[in-house]
C-alpha cells in the first residue's frame, strides 16, 4: 500500500505561483507514473500533469507551458510548479501514484486563485 501526502495548496492572486509536493511512502518500489489531478466545484476530475520513472512527461493542454511537473526519485516525491495561475486553476489538486498493483490517491490540497 502507498500513502500520499500533499502540501503547497493555498490562496494566491491571478499571475502568481505556487510549489506543490507529493511525499509518497510505504510500497513505493513498484510505482511507475505519478501525477496531479485536479477538481474543481462541480466538475469531474481531470488529468492536469503526470511523470514516468523514466521522467517522461505528459500535460493537460490547459497548463502547458505554464506547469512544470518533477519527481525526485531518491527521495519518492513529485512536485508541480505552478506558474501564471489562472481563476480557472482554482481546485482540490489530487497526488496519483500507480504501479503494476497499485492506484493510490492523496487527500488533496486545496489551490484558490483570486482575479
Known amino acids: 500500500q502507498v500513502q500520499l501526502v500533499e502540501s503547497g495548496g493555498g490562496l494566491v492572486q491571478a499571475g502568481g505561483s505556487l510549489r506543490l509536493s507529493c511525499a509518497a511512502s510505504?510500497?513505493?518500489?513498484?510505482?511507475?507514473?505519478m501525477g496531479w489531478y485536479r477538481q474543481a466545484p462541480g466538475k469531474q476530475r481531470e488529468l492536469v500533469a503526470t511523470i514516468t520513472r523514466n521522467g517522461d512527461t505528459n500535460y493537460a493542454d490547459s497548463v502547458k507551458g505554464r506547469f512544470t511537473i518533477s519527481r525526485d526519485n531518491a527521495k519518492n516525491t513529485v512536485y508541480l510548479e505552478t506558474n501564471s495561475l489562472k481563476p480557472e486553476d482554482t481546485a482540490v489538486y489530487y497526488c496519483?501514484?500507480?504501479?503494476?498493483?497499485?492506484?493510490?490517491w492523496g487527500q488533496g490540497t486545496q489551490v484558490t486563485v483570486s482575479s
Open positions: 496519483n501514484a500507480k504501479g503494476a498493483i497499485t492506484n493510490s
Open positions: 510505504g510500497s513505493i518500489f513498484n510505482l511507475n507514473v
